[in-house]
Nanobody
Framework: VQLQASGGGLQHTGGSLRLSCAASGSGFSIDDMGWHRQAPGKQRELAASITSGGSTNYADSVKGRFTISRDNAKNTVYLQMNSLRPEDTAVYYC??????????????WGQGTLVTVSS
């Protein structure tokens, strides 16, 4: 399974960006997908996640500003980020918890995409 993330870039405070992450491969199903982020000098933290059934979870710092969604048919997860703040500056990593028949679930990570918000 490979995760390909895209959509990062530079935005001003108050702007918006949309991240996408697509899982490719065969013979698997995905439970939860989501996005972690890691700011310079800080630990990686969960920003948002979504289950295959559509249940979502957000970090308090992004609630009301970020919206996570997914297209199960395309094995793709999206993160719509609005009202961006300088403290949202980070490398964003998508993840997918993958299940294969007869195997324990495995957590895959995308390559990371940089989001920079200028003040």
């Amino acid at each position: 399974v490979q995760l390909q993330a895209s959509g990062g870039g530079l935005q001003h405070t108050g702007g918006s960006l949309r991240l996408s992450c697509a899982a490719s491969g065969s013979g698997f199903s995905i439970d939860d997908m989501g996005w972690h982020r890691q700011a310079p000098g800080k630990q990686r933290e969960l920003a948002a996640s979504i289950t295959s059934g559509g249940s979502t979870n957000y970090a308090d710092s992004v609630k009301g500003r970020f919206t996570i969604s997914r297209d199960n048919a395309k094995n793709t997860v999206y993160l719509q980020m609005n009202s961006l703040r300088p403290e949202d500056t980070a490398v964003y990593y998508c993840h997918a918890r993958v299940y294969r028949l007869g195997q324990a679930p495995y957590l895959y990570w995308g390559q990371g995409t940089l989001v920079t918000v200028s003040s």
